[in-house]
Nanobody, 124 residues
Framework: QVQLVESGGGLAQAGGSLRLSCAAS????????MGWFRQAPGEERESVAAINRRGGSTYYVDSVKGRFTISRDNAKNTVYLEMNSLKPEDTAVYYC?????????????????WGQGTQVTVSS
């Protein structure tokens, strides 16, 4: 098992930046594909970004390409989401998740473990 704790959410203005972190504890971190998901009120949880075990391959949903960057530091058991040029439509609860098996990086149902979420609010 792995435990995930997100941090770094908060309030930002449109055009601003935030950096989310997700610290993992438990099993060896580098066996997991890591993903960031978000859920706005009344909406389905959607994949935002994901990164493979060694960090050499990433996935982004089209709406964040060129603005968000996912990275991981396996020595620190941490995955990051750098969010730039934020828009009001980025407002959501952001969740970190880990996939320990066969992983389609964009598929929320592939992920076994989830953090508690961190709120990101972008004002216009």
């Amino acid at each position: 098992q792995v435990q995930l704790v997100e941090s770094g959410g908060g309030l930002a203005q449109a055009g601003g930046s935030l950096r989310l972190s997700c610290a993992a504890s438990g099993r060896t971190f580098n066996v997991y594909v890591m993903g960031w998901f978000r859920q706005a009120p009344g909406e389905e949880r959607e994949s935002v970004a994901a990164i493979n075990r060694r960090g050499g391959s990433t996935y982004y949903v089209d709406s964040v390409k060129g603005r968000f960057t996912i990275s991981r530091d396996n020595a620190k058991n941490t995955v990051y989401l750098e969010m730039n040029s934020l828009k009001p439509e980025d407002t959501a609860v952001y969740y970190c998740a880990a996939c320990g098996g066969a992983c389609r990086m964009y598929d929320r149902y592939a992920y076994n473990y989830w953090g508690q979420g961190t709120q990101v609010t972008v004002s216009s």
